[in-house]
């Protein structure tokens, strides 16, 4: 029969193992509802984070940092339509990503003037 005490560190061993490979949680990824991408014209300029990437059709959600208007915008078109274009919003906002995986630059129509900008990046 074991010694008890001989059982003891293998069993602390495991559970810090278990800890360690398990990792921190995961915090919502960067677009969902939970972690919008943060809209400011005030102070620091821009979307945080200021590139988003994204799976192809993904709902993007976006959230007025500063209570301002706010919004977000493809500078890509097709057809002299933009590609993605969201509300104009104080609030929370959203777009939907691009079927086709690429590069769109995007910005804050009411902030244009004033260079509010980002990129969503599309991947599989």
């Known amino acids: 029969m074991r010694h ?3 059982i003891m560190p293998s069993l602390v061993a495991a559970s810090l193992a278990g800890a360690l490979l398990a990792g921190p949680a995961l915090a919502a990824p960067v677009g969902s509802k939970a972690n919008p991408v943060k809209a400011k014209a005030a102070k620091v300029l821009g979307f945080n984070p200021a590139k988003v990437i994204v799976k192809p059709g993904a709902l993007v959600w976006f959230k007025s940092a500063d209570k301002q208007f706010h919004n977000a915008q493809s500078n890509k078109t097709v057809g002299g339509k933009p590609v993605f274009s969201s509300k104009v919003s ?3 906002f959203s777009i ?3 079927k086709k995986p690429g590069v769109y630059p995007y910005y804050c129509v009411v902030h244009k ?3 509010q900008k980002g990129t969503l990046i599309v991947r599989k």
Do not use: E, H, K, S
């Open 90 to 92: 104080q609030g929370t």
């Open 113 to 115: 003037g004033i260079g």
């Open 96 to 98: 939907r990503a691009p």
């Open 4 to 6: 008890p005490r001989a």
